[in-house]
């Protein structure tokens, strides 16, 4: 699984607990502080706040994550290609959190590394739980 986790929260909780029944070992690719923020740009379509990278930086993300009891290795992960990350782990299940199709380049990309051997499975995000419906009171605050 692989993600900003910027904030973790109830929902990337359950997620990562449902990612964890699909193998033998739960392992989080956190995106680097660069690779967050180049994904969070305005107007990319991938925008998670309003913000240049993450709120919360990523030795405390990975700190964070590592103590969650679903997750058993936390890798960091820079770059704006999946492939070449997934090709290096060679993982036999890939988790996105989402809903829908594929419409997002991220997820399609990922969608494509079934050539990899890698079976790529589709959790269900709870929409009551999103990270900027958490982050945007606190960005409206600092303006």
């Known amino acids: 699984m692989k993600g900003c986790f910027d904030p973790l929260h109830p929902g ?4 990562l607990q449902n990612a ?8 989080v690719a956190i995106e680097s502080d660069a690779t967050a923020g180049a994904l ?8 998670k ?4 990278g993450p709120i919360v930086p990523f030795a405390e993300r990975a700190e964070i994550l590592a103590a969650v009891s679903s997750v058993g290795c936390v890798v960091e992960w820079e770059g704006p290609s999946h492939r070449e990350l997934l090709a ?24 494509d590394t079934e050539d990899l051997g890698c079976k790529v499975v589709r959790i269900p995000l709870e ?13 409206e605050r600092r303006a």
């Not at 290096?88 to 969608?111: F, K, L, M, N, T």
């Not at 999103?130 to 960005?139: F, S, W």
């Open 40 to 47: 969070s740009t305005p107007g990319n379509g991938l925008a």
């Open 20 to 27: 964890r029944f699909l193998g033998d070992i739960l392992v």
């Open 127 to 139: 929409p009551s739980y999103r990270a900027t419906r958490l982050t945007e009171p606190i960005l």
């Open 49 to 52: 706040q309003t913000v240049a």
């Open 88 to 111: 290096r782990r060679s993982p036999d299940v890939v988790a996105i959190g989402g809903s829908g199709s594929c419409d997002q380049s991220a997820h399609r990309e990922i969608a």
């Open 12 to 15: 990337s909780i359950r997620l």
